[in-house]
């Protein structure tokens, strides 16, 4: 099993920046890559961006690309994701999970191990 511990959300006026973090432990080794999703009330999980452990690549949705990045420090098992220009519409809990297999998808279904969410609130 894969445990993960999320950090790092709060309150931010719109045009902020925050970065979460999330903590991976135990069998890490097996996970090949891992993303961020995110729900704002009564709405569907999201993908956000998604990372591959072996060689960081990355993957983002369109609503969040060149304002968001996703970074990984693989000595501290430790996944981030740098949120800058943030707006209103990107208020919600955010998730990180890891993947359970190797095969790209962006589907919540396809992230086998999930952390407990941190909220995040932007205002205008």
């Known amino acids: 099993q894969v445990q993960l511990v999320e950090s790092g959300g709060g309150l931010v006026q719109a045009g902020g920046s925050l970065r979460l973090s999330c903590a991976a432990s135990?069998?890490?080794?097996?996970?090949?890559?891992m993303g961020w999703f995110r729900q704002a009330p009564e709405k569907e999980r999201e993908f956000v961006a998604a990372?591959?452990?072996?060689?960081?690549?990355?993957y983002y949705a369109a609503s969040v690309k060149d304002r968001f990045s996703i970074s990984k420090d693989n000595a501290k098992n430790t996944l981030y994701l740098q949120m800058n220009s943030l707006k209103p519409e990107d208020t919600a809990i955010y998730y990180c999970?890891?993947?359970?297999?190797?095969?790209?998808?962006?589907?919540?279904?396809?992230?086998?191990?999930w952390g407990q969410g941190t909220q995040v609130t932007v205002s205008s």
């Open positions: 135990g069998r890490t080794s097996s996970v090949h890559y």
């Open positions: 999970a890891s993947a359970r297999s190797s095969y790209y998808d962006t589907r919540p279904s396809s992230y086998e191990y």
């Open positions: 990372i591959w452990w072996a060689d960081s690549s990355t």
